[in-house]
C-alpha cells in the first residue's frame, strides 16, 4: 500500500520561506522519479519540480533560483525549501512518485496548503 503525506504547508508573509516534507511508504524511495506539482484555486495543475533517479532535477521557471527540491534516502522523504515566496506561489502542493522508465507519476500524496498573502 503506496502512501505520500505531505507537510510543511502553512501560511507565510510575502518574502518568507517554507520546508514541504512528502514522506512515503510501502515504496521503494531510490531508483524512482520524484516530483513536486502544485494547484492553485481556478488554475491547472503544473510542474513545480522534480528529481528523477539519476539526481538530475528541473524547475519551473517561475520558481529558478527560489525552490530548491531534494530527498532523504535514509528518511524516504523528498522536500520542496521555497524561499522568497510570492502571492502567486500560493497553492495546494502535491508530491507524486513512479517508478522509473514508466511515463508519468502514478502515486500522488494528498497536498499541502502554501498561502502567501498578497
Known amino acids: 500500500h503506496v502512501q505520500l503525506v505531505e507537510s510543511g504547508g502553512g501560511s507565510v508573509q510575502a518574502g518568507g520561506s517554507l520546508r514541504l516534507s512528502c514522506a512515503a511508504s510501502g515504496f521503494q524511495f531510490d531508483g524512482s522519479d520524484w516530483g513536486w506539482y502544485r494547484q492553485g484555486a481556478g488554475r491547472k495543475c503544473e510542474v513545480v519540480s522534480r528529481?528523477?533517479?539519476?539526481?538530475?532535477?528541473d524547475y519551473a521557471e517561475s520558481v529558478k533560483g527560489r525552490f530548491t527540491i531534494s530527498k532523504v534516502n535514509a528518511e524516504k522523504t523528498l522536500y520542496l525549501q521555497m524561499s522568497n515566496l510570492k502571492p502567486e506561489d500560493t497553492a495546494m502542493y502535491f508530491c507524486a512518485a513512479q517508478y522509473t522508465g514508466i511515463s508519468g507519476f502514478g502515486y500522488w500524496g494528498q497536498g499541502t496548503q502554501v498561502t502567501v498573502p498578497g
Open positions: 528529481k528523477q533517479s539519476d539526481s538530475s532535477t
